[in-house]
């Protein structure tokens, strides 16, 4: 069977993407799925960093040039998650068989029950090519109108493409007055948001530690949303903890805390 391929995109750079896909997708993982993330970003091999992966040799690229086999590909990651990491540059890309990239695609997605791809960001080449690799779309984008506007282009060339666009996911929330409201959002994206991510100098702190913020921190409002999300893709009725008061996240802080 088939697993769901969901491809996450944002247009504009630097919208919180990687994280928000690497947590996700360790989330799916402890709600005892089984995920792969797909590293189509190529800028930097985002995606290991976040979770605390090292020594990734062998890419997609390297399955796809047929010198190695899609088995040696994937890494195992926290929580059981498996990691692809893609090597996807325009170049490498136009010298494989498209043919062969779609068979790949295939055949990675009956191996597990989510498939997420981290889009690179921006509209070139690649990225467009990483939205026909996911059958759906989920947008990752900042409440600010320039992040919005680069998230509906994404969005219209996707379904341009095929690609389903399922909703978007509000990263780095602050509600400040001078951000656009979820309401707003949704009727310019024409999509609904599927969850309000705060901003929260926990995210930082995880990645400056290679652990991933649902794992490190499970309990703070940013994993919170995460699992939430998580939750409900994968059809599961979960219950959040009460969040931490700010007085206990202050001690945690100061003294440590059992995790
Ligand atoms: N909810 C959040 N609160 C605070 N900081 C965050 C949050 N989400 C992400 N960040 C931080 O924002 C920065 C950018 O995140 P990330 O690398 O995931 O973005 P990206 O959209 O994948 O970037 P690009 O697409 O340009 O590669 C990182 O330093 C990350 O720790």
């Known amino acids: 069977m ?8 944002s247009g504009k750079g630097g919208t919180g993407k990687t994280t928000t896909v690497a947590n996700l997708g360790v989330a799916l993982a402890q709600f005892g799925k089984e995920v792969i993330l797909l590293d189509a970003d190529i800028t930097m091999a985002n ?3 976040v979770l605390g992966m090292e020594d ?12 190695a086999d899609l088995k040696d590909a994937i890494y195992e990651g926290p929580a059981g998650v498996k990691v692809i990491p893609g090597g996807l540059s325009l170049e490498k890309i136009k010298k494989a068989k498209p043919e062969k990239l779609r068979q790949l695609i295939r ?6 029950d989510f498939v997420l791809i981290d889009a690179p960001a921006g509209l070139e080449m690649t990225s467009v090519t990483a939205l026909l690799i996911g059958k759906e ?17 994404t969005k219209l060339i996707a379904e341009k493409l095929g690609t389903l666009p399922l909703g978007a996911i509000l990263n780095r929330v602050t509600n400040e ?5 979820q309401e707003e ?5 024409e999509v609904p948001v599927l969850a309000m991510i705060p901003e ?31 939750a409900k893709l994968a059809g599961i009725k979960w219950q959040a903890p009460e969040p931490e008061s700010p007085i206990k996240r202050v001690f945690k802080a100061l003294f440590g805390g059992k995790k």
């Open 137 to 153: 779309l989920i947008i990752v984008t900042n409440p600010e109108i320039s992040a919005i506007t680069d998230s509906l282009k």
């Open 200 to 230: 929260d100098p926990e995210v930082k702190r995880a990645s400056a530690y290679g652990v991933p913020l649902v794992i490190k921190n499970p309990t703070s409002p940013s994993a919170i949303a995460i699992k939430q999300l998580a």
């Open 177 to 181: 007055k001078t951000e656009l409201t």
């Open 47 to 49: 995606l290991s960093l």
């Open 185 to 189: 959002i949704e009727a310019i994206l």
């Open 2 to 9: 088939e697993g769901r391929s969901i491809v996450f995109a």
């Open 56 to 67: 990734i040799p062998i890419t997609l690229h390297d399955v796809l040039a047929g010198e």
């Open 107 to 112: 055949e990675i997605g009956q191996m597990a």
